[in-house]
């Protein structure tokens, strides 16, 4: 007999439940002739219930299985809920826009099941092979999915794109791996701690390999220009799945990866920080001139992916809720907003030109209010999660020594920039309206459950975040 | 400096760059250039071209060998699973049989939706 490691199913539960959605979902869609996108859709979100309560019983508890290679832990679980809350949101946001899924609701909704899925296995990956696994699950699947808007020339240049761009980066990661692997004869990252405390040039060659390939999933400036296009490109379910789903997957293998292998105040880190400043600069200047609301979300994506940085400078295990915080209080912002713009528009068509939004708080004043609410959370006004996250951040990267100053000095300024861009938009919504208004989608029912589960999110984070430290996780195996 | 291993490295890779460099550039600065049409023809294995280079692809071919590949790939992981079938017992069996499940969805969905009719 072979020795097979042991295999913990309730661990692998909520992904086995995930991916049984997803071949279920392809399955329906074969044997119904009419194929119902509102089933299919509703299937997913059913999924994504079963695999929550799957995951309930592991929360609290660190366990790991498949030899080490897969960890359950309170910071994979808090990835795991937020991610299979974003696939919720996503489906409800779909289930408006007729054209954007390519005619194929079946296939749609397998993609983006399996790419949750990928998400989750890079929540869980404790080692080289299974955060490959992960990043290649999610990325292969978001490829197809940036070109579901098929009839769409732009949302065919975003596939293209991402498709070109994301192999590129998934070689300098896998490069990486190979090279860390040849450093530390081991790829479990946690004896990858031994080769970055002898600080080997293969090991440093390696991880800055790997960190090209991170920094490109996480658009980090200056792996960031693909961002605008595939954001602008894609269909508006899938930019914002791609903003919030993507961005905490991949903080997730970052965090776990510096948590495990580094020391906070490691020079191999440095990179890492300028990585950082350079998003928050490119970020926010880059959004000021942006007359596209998807291209300007973009931006802000790649500057609040600066932001998240911040948590993983300083001292103590802290940082990882404070990341956790961030990326729940970015979802619901990000989302939100997205389930605001996809009310605008009709007949599948999006509308997102800045302009547009003229005077829609005299027209629309609860869509204009909830928008208002969401951009001004993106911006960090007080009594917003937005707030709260980057004060959180700030305290955390004030504990971090020169970098982490140099850090907090750039969130400031980047986040007084990223006032104007964001009033910007609200301004425009205050104006009196003039000339063309752009029409209204029909029966918006979902994105208003969308609006609503972004706004609680919002307003709880950011007048009760004790909330959120009621369940504070931590990493079990990696306190500093 | 000199005693570390990677210095040989080192070496070699600036060895790769100069012979690759120096085959990329010498040629242009030594080669007196006489063009003529057959010369600058593309290749086509000696016979003189016998259609444009750039033309339409029916993506049909692109279809086939995609699913080609996918299938062929993944039956090729069925031969280490039936070499060491008793070996991994029934835990293997089980293991293939998922794969089998998964893999057949797969098919059943591109057969259904059209993937292996040539229209």
Known sequence: MMQLPAIDYAVLAPLIILVATGLLVLLVDLVSRQAARNVLYGLGVAGCAASFAASLPLSGRTVTTLSGAFAADRFSWGFDALLLLTLAVTFLLSSLKRAEDGGSPGSYAALLIFCTVGGMIMAGAANLIGIFLGVELLSLALYILAGTGYPRQASQEAALKYVLLGSLASGFLIFGSALLYGAAGSIALADLATAAASGAPLFVAGFGLWLVGIAFKLALSPFHTWTPDVYEGSPLAVTAFMAVAVKAATFSVLARFIYTVFQHDSAALIPVWALAILSMLVGNFGAVRQGNLKRLLAFSSIAQAGYIVLALSGVGSKGLSTMLFYLIAYGFMNLGAFATISLLGDGGEEYVDIEGYRGLFFRRPWVATWMTIFFASLAGIPATAGFIGKLLLLEQALGGGPWGIAMAATLILGTLVSFYVYFKVIYQMFLPAQGQAPQFAGNAAASWVAIAVGATGVMLLGIVPQAFYLAQPYLAAASR | ?119
């Open chain 2, 1 to 119: 400096m000199l005693q570390s291993p990677w210095t040989l490295v080192a070496v070699y890779f600036l060895v790769a760059l100069a012979i690759a460099s120096a085959m990329a550039i010498v040629p242009g600065i030594f080669t007196r250039k006489r063009p003529t049409k057959s010369k600058s023809d593309p290749y086509e294995c000696g016979v003189p071209p016998t259609s444009a280079l750039i033309g339409r692809f029916p993506v049909r071919f692109y279809l086939v060998a995609m699913l080609f590949v996918v299938f062929d790939v993944e039956a090729a992981s069925f031969f280490p699973w039936a070499v060491k079938l008793r070996a991994l017992g029934g835990f293997g069996f089980v293991e293939m049989l998922t794969f089998i499940v998964v893999l057949g969805v797969g098919y059943a969905y591109v057969w259904k939706k059209g993937g292996f009719s040539w229209r």
